[in-house]
């Protein structure tokens, strides 16, 4: 089993949907989340991070997590074309961070005009 | 401008030919990685470096090497290519702050091992 488990999808939704990405995880020592936008050919940029259970927003994105469900979400309101990319879900064991990082494998979204 | 630049951006090789894939960031970045990405598989850490002459492993370092004798460069050598270590590799530049996370990421290098 691995770490993190992320649905690939596809995900398409029309424009202006509300979006929910969702990643689980089985190890219990994940304190640091974090959520990055993949578009293609290009490098992986950070998009959200988060040190603890409950809610962060920022704009139309909106991270939770719920460690005793080791479960977190990206939710991303308002969903535009140009969201259509791919969303990776990472964590690591110390909020720090300075730390080993492993990544979910990603969901691809396109969101359709 | 903020940028992480890594060299060659493609790379064709064959079997067990030594090559190194340079990696630079211009923002004073104590912590740098390198991933590999496959299909199916993900983002996934190779080696990572806390600051100069530290480093350490990631989920999959082996058949890498790595190096980190100046805070700004962070190469990625393969000794003996094999074509398992096809892929598409990125390296990435971190600073964490009491309430910040900056993060960058390489454009990536796509290598081929024959």
């Known amino acids: 089993q691995k770490e993190v488990e992320q649905d690939p999808g596809p995900l398409s939704v029309p424009e202006g949907a509300i979006v929910s990405l969702n990643c689980t995880y089985s190890?219990?020592?994940?304190?640091?989340f974090m959520w990055y936008r993949q578009y293609s050919r290009k490098g992986p940029e950070l998009l959200m991070y988060t040190y603890s259970s409950g809610n962060k927003e920022d704009g139309r994105f909106t991270a939770q997590v719920d460690k005793s469900s080791k479960y977190i979400s990206l939710f991303i309101r308002d969903s535009q074309p140009s969201d259509s990319a791919t969303y990776l879900c990472?964590?690591?064991?110390?909020?720090?961070?300075?730390?080993?990082?492993?990544f979910g494998t990603g969901t691809k979204l396109q969101v359709i005009p | 401008e903020a940028q992480v630049t890594q060299n060659p951006r493609y790379l064709i090789t064959v079997t067990g030919k030594k090559l190194t894939v340079t990696c630079s960031q211009n923002m004073n970045h104590e912590y740098m990685s390198w991933y590999r990405q496959d299909p199916g598989l993900g983002l996934r850490q190779i080696y990572y470096?806390?600051?100069?002459?530290?480093?350490d492993k990631g989920d999959v370092p082996e058949g890498y090497k790595v190096s980190r004798k100046e805070k700004r460069n962070f190469p990625l050598i393969l000794e003996s290519p094999s074509p398992n270590q096809t892929s598409l590799y990125f390296c990435a530049s971190r600073s964490i702050g009491m309430s910040t996370d900056t993060q960058y990421f390489g454009p990536g290098t796509r290598l081929t091992v024959l």
């Open positions: 470096s806390m600051n100069v002459e530290v480093t």
């Open positions: 990472a964590m690591s064991e110390t909020s720090g961070g300075y730390q080993k990082v492993t």
């Open positions: 190890n219990s020592a994940f304190q640091y």
